[in-house]
């Protein structure tokens, strides 16, 4: 089914609210990059405005929500860009979360390391030859951003990334994004399953809860098939190749939902 969008009917999104409302505990799930703030041309620009700032923080204090920050970024990164403290935040698209001043990191990545570091350098050479791309290794993953490249090279690129991670198949996989290659490592694991984990750290279960998602690549899919019917899921984006329940348009259209809930009125007003 293709999804909703979640401003389009008045009646549909008073419901939402209202379930909202009554429900204990909120898990809210956020993608950053294409769903905090919108894509740039380097993953370094895409910075968090002050507003959208305040908002994450205002939502972090409530004592309903459990902000949950979702991202393919690296910890470090995401961190740093985000400012704000006591954040529950997935990162590294689910092998590494940080929760109450912990860290956990998936166990058989550990022992990835040396593996992933080798081919990071390889990848890093490459990134060097050729200007418009560039290579970021985040410890666990490596993206190889192509954002830049021109258009009939982007196959070379593809194809020469391949054959370097070759050597390392089946320890590793390549996965697609929106103009990024992932090299990250092959086991059953992703931003879906960490959700889960997140719900069970927390023991969602024991009270009545309601989980919401928003994020707009392909990595969020995986969250979205996981959380299913009785979530809010929201892609960020107009395409209809989603699992998600609805969508909005853009990172405007995201805000303009967390500005509702973090009055805590669950309030739809057509007019505002
Ligand atoms: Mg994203």
Do not use: C
Not at 54 to 64: D, H, I, T, Y
Not at 67 to 81: E, M, P
Not at 213 to 230: I, P, Q
């Amino acid at each position: 089914m293709p999804p909703t969008y979640l401003y389009g009917k008045e009646r549909a999104l008073k419901n939402i609210f209202k379930k909202l409302e009554n429900v204990q505990k909120i898990f809210l799930f956020l993608d950053y990059d294409g769903t905090l703030v919108p894509i740039r041309k380097l993953p370094a620009l895409a910075v968090i405005s002050p507003e959208t700032r305040k908002l994450l923080r205002q939502l972090s204090e409530q004592k309903k929500i459990t902000l949950v920050i979702s991202t393919g970024r690296a910890h470090a990164d995401i961190n740093r860009l985000l400012g704000l403290k006591n954040l529950t935040i997935v990162s590294n698209h689910g092998f590494q979360i940080h929760y109450k001043g912990k860290t956990w990191v998936h166990p058989k990545v550990n022992k990835m390391l040396p593996l992933l570091n080798e081919l990071s350098r390889k990848l890093n050479v490459l990134g060097k030859s050729i200007n418009s791309v560039l290579v970021e290794n985040k410890k666990y993953t490596v993206t190889v951003h192509y954002r830049n490249v021109p258009v009939d090279q982007i196959n070379v690129v593809k194809n020469l990334v391949a054959s370097m991670s070759e050597k390392y198949f089946p320890f590793v996989k390549i996965t697609y994004g929106k103009k990024v290659l992932e090299i990250r490592p092959n086991i059953v694991w992703n931003k879906g399953l960490a959700v889960q984990k997140v719900l069970r750290t927390f023991h969602a279960q024991k009270k009545k809860y309601s989980a919401v998602y928003m994020g707009d690549d392909t990595t969020d899919e995986d969250a979205f098939k996981v959380l299913g019917r009785n979530s809010l899921t929201v892609k960020v984006g107009s395409s209809k190749k989603t699992l998600a329940k609805y969508f909005v348009r853009n990172t405007d259209e995201v805000l303009q939902f967390l500005k509702i809930i973090v009055n805590g009125n669950y309030q739809w007003n057509s007019d505002g």
